[in-house]
């Protein structure tokens, strides 16, 4: 080909990557000098190095910033004035041969570069802490030779997976159930003596991290390429927090989050001590991509690097009484609540699913304007507690913002709830507080004096939910122990108005329940939605809250699930219970109302 119609050609293909830079990142680039640069012809894709470019182009002028992006053929440089710009292009433009297979670099000039979208840039789950340099050298040498010497001794008695080897200290781990059989330590495996020191030293260095020393180590032996499938460590086997300590290489792990798709990327340096606790623990997945290379953040940008040989410590200690976290998308202690509440149930939806997005997860957000809304408690409520004599166990399940948590001084009183926000409120007054769905109680039974629920079964979406709920607090009453419960009323007119439709003053926009104006009815999902401050024409409803931005305009409208009851609904749910008997029964202030009490 004559060096003209190679000219032509390349001319052409610079045409072509110019136009797919402009497609995919909105950045235009031509030939007129500007401050930044872009490379057509080499990025990550191609295997370009964020530290070779850097170099390279560093021979000819200062550089702020390299940007690749994962998956691209082309890179952006950040210069740092024109004239550097200029002086890079003319040195590089054509002639620099990091190209695919040693090809020359074809360079445009450009106004921005793109915003660094990738997983690096992403907050990390929250509970996620990295100590680096956590053991040194010489530590790291030692564990390293006690888990070669153990893997090798061992004719592979746990079994090693493609490229990864597994061994495992103090209990077994068995991947086929994803569980350790805790009635089965291993004697003759126990925790290595070289990491007793990593515990004091732990604590010393985060003196408010709650944690038990654990007794179940797994060591992982991953060859370069090899990684492990994501996953969440089953919630009902180990406690939070769980560790994993790097040793030989550093790699990168990836977390991802199902409820809404998040996925964050993070470097775990060698010889660092990574701590998934809370949710990064409970809510996120974890996994190691095979490949045999990771890209890495390095100086505001990103570069490739090989991966090593790496070895990893995960230390857990093993939990016996079910998971509560709250984390119902990746907890086999929920799912397994679900199941047996659910097991006769025909469904057009999946009721947990309904009430995460429309009851937990709308808690969550609106949580501090709700708390904001509900000071004080219902004076038939407070007796109820008040009745209580002194040195009693009261329970309040679905605390919410706990307003009932401070009544009568001389019981005990401890509030649950789903709603982290909610909790967050009781957990800032003070309050005895946990988290928990009121389907499962992680409590003992018959251990409480009395237990109220007030405004929560309403929120479950089937019949079984509510009744499950309802055995949940007989079981953990004591004989003779006293239940309250208040559940909305389909019917919000009896007798005098209720409260609810008395603030039906269409100018009283102060309240955020007054929010939508009257009209006909509209679905979402094939639920109706109820018009606010009108009776109830359905009894299966999802109620917009509505959040109304005090600095500005903004309002946002969220919809909560909502089974309202009929006269004797309650009371006939409580009757098939078998253990408790209605005491009392009654309608307050557009809610109905149960007494009851265990036999
Ligand atoms: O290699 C690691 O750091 C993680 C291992 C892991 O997640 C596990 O064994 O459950
Ligand atoms: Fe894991």
Redesign the pocket.
């Known amino acids: 080909m004559s060096s003209k119609s190679m000219e032509r050609k390349a001319g052409r293909k610079q045409k072509r990557c110019q136009n797919m830079i402009t497609n995919e990142t909105q950045i235009q680039c031509n030939d007129q000098p500007k401050q930044n640069l872009v490379v057509c012809n080499a990025g990550l894709s191609t295997g370009l190095k964020n530290d070779v470019l850097l170099l390279e182009a560093m021979q000819f002028g200062s550089v702020l910033q390299i940007i690749l992006l994962p998956g691209k053929s082309y890179s952006f440089i950040k210069c740092k004035s024109v004239q550097d710009s200029v002086s890079i292009y003319n040195g590089m433009n054509a002639k620099s041969t990091l190209g695919q297979n040693g090809s020359v670099l074809y360079l445009l000039y450009c106004d921005d570069v793109p915003e660094n979208v990738s997983p690096w840039d992403r907050e990390h789950p929250s509970g996620l802490i990295i100590i680096e340099d956590f053991v040194t050298e010489l530590e790291e040498e030692r564990l390293l030779k006690r888990a070669n010497d153990d893997l090798s001794a061992s004719d592979a008695p746990h079994g090693s997976m493609k490229h990864r080897h597994v061994f495992h200290y103090g209990y077994e781990f068995k991947y086929d159930i994803n569980n350790v059989d805790a009635t089965r330590p291993l004697l003759e495996k126990p925790i290595p003596d070289e990491c007793n020191e990593l515990w004091p030293r732990l604590k010393s260095k985060m003196p408010t991290l709650l944690f038990q020393i654990p007794n179940q180590v797994?060591v992982?032996k991953y060859e370069p390429g090899a990684g492990?499938p994501p996953?969440c460590?089953t919630h009902s086997a180990f406690q939070d927090p769980i560790f994993?300590l790097?040793l030989n290489a550093g790699i990168v792990?990836e977390f991802r989050r199902l409820s809404d798709g998040s996925h964050v990327s993070v470097w775990l340096p060698r010889r660092s001590l990574?701590i998934m606790s809370k949710e990064s623990r409970y809510g996120w997945t974890?996994g190691?991509t095979p490949r045999k290379t990771d890209i890495i953040p390095v100086n505001d940008g990103l570069t490739v690097i090989e991966r090593k040989l790496r070895v990893?410590f995960?230390f857990r200690s093993l939990k016996f009484n079910g998971c509560c976290c709250g984390f119902s998308a990746l907890c086999d202690t929920y799912k397994k609540s679900q199941r047996t509440a659910d097991e006769n149930v025909e469904k057009l939806v999946i009721p947990s699913e309904l009430e995460l997005r429309n009851v937990h997860k709308v808690y969550d957000e609106i949580a501090n304007h709700f708390s904001e809304t509900r000071h004080s408690p219902w004076p038939k409520v407070g007796q109820f507690i008040e009745s209580f004599t002194q040195g009693s166990i009261l329970f309040d399940i679905g605390c919410g913002n706990g307003k009932y948590l401070s009544l009568n001084a001389s019981t005990l009183k401890i509030g649950c709830d789903r709603s982290h926000g909610l909790l967050n409120v009781c957990y800032e007054r003070g309050f005895n507080i946990f988290q928990c769905d009121c389907l499962y109680l992680p409590v003992r039974s018959n251990c409480a004096d009395g237990c109220i629920s007030i405004a929560v079964i309403h929120h479950l979406v089937t019949k079984e939910r509510r009744l499950q709920a309802i055995s949940e607090m007989s079981r953990i009453l004591v004989a003779g122990g006293r239940g309250l419960i208040y559940v909305w009323s389909k019917n919000q007119a009896k007798g005098t108005k209720s409260s609810y439709l008395r603030q039906n003053k269409r100018n009283n926009r102060s309240d955020s329940d007054t929010s939508a104006d009257l009209g006909e009815l509209k679905f979402f999902d094939g639920l109706p939605i109820h018009t606010n401050r009108t009776q109830f024409s359905h009894s299966d409803m999802l109620v917009p809250w509505t959040r109304k931005d005090e600095s500005s305009e903004n309002q946002e409208t969220f919809l909560r699930f909502y089974h309202v009851f009929e006269e004797d609904e309650l009371t006939e749910l409580c009757e098939k219970v078998s253990d408790i008997e209605v005491i009392e029964r009654y309608y307050d202030q557009g809610n109905w109302c149960v007494i009851f009490q265990k036999k």
């Open positions: 797994t992982n492990i996953h460590d994993s790097s792990m990574l974890h190691i990893s995960t």
